[in-house]
């Protein structure tokens, strides 16, 4: 199967609501973003296997992306964090322009209404500095927690961003 192939099936699923129903709305995409198919196309190649399609990974122990990840854009540190993590930093993608479309898309378009009024989009220039300083060896589970208490304590983000994803039952 090409990759547009799977790309366009895998959207479709979401169109069609094959999906979790009742996710937050997704949220507007910034004009930095120079290709908004390929950014979307690539966070279904590279992210949605485990943070689901459409950025919904429960009831898998992994963070929920949708309505929540634009929080991290409210600190440098917990913005630095997004674009160190392993995935991000080692990922695939060479081309920092086209990784900072991906990330944009994902804490813009998932994130949606968590993402604090005035955040700048990513830069390909920024994506290249924090690249450099990947989270190798720290223990994942602790670094997000601590940028969590960050984004709760200085950026007023609610209390349920400590839990992966707000609820199993929905």
């Known amino acids: 199967m090409t990759r547009a192939l799977l790309t366009a099936s895998l959207l479709l699923f979401g169109a069609v609501g094959i999906g979790r129903a009742g996710l937050p709305p997704m949220g507007v995409l910034p004009a930095a973003i120079t290709d ?10 590279n ?3 485990c943070h689901g399609v459409q950025g919904s990974a429960a009831p898998a122990a992994l963070p929920e992306l ?3 990840v634009g929080w991290f854009l409210c600190t ?17 993608i060479k081309d920092n322009q086209q990784l900072a479309d991906m990330m944009n898309f994902v804490v813009f378009g998932l994130g949606g209404g968590s993402v604090p009024q005035g955040s700048a989009p990513f830069t390909a220039e920024e ?22 208490e960050t984004a709760i304590r200085q950026c007023h983000a609610p209390a349920s961003l400590r839990q992966l994803f707000p609820s199993k039952a929905r």
């Open 66 to 68: 949708r309505g929540r």
């Open 47 to 49: 992210c949605g296997g």
């Open 127 to 148: 994506i290249a500095h924090e690249r450099r300083f990947a989270l190798s060896s720290a223990s994942l589970t602790a670094e997000r927690a601590r940028h969590v």
């Open 76 to 92: 440098p540190r917990t913005r630095a964090y997004l674009i160190r993590l392993p995935n991000v930093a080692l990922s695939r």
């Open 36 to 45: 908004p198919d390929l950014a979307r196309s690539d966070y279904v190649e």
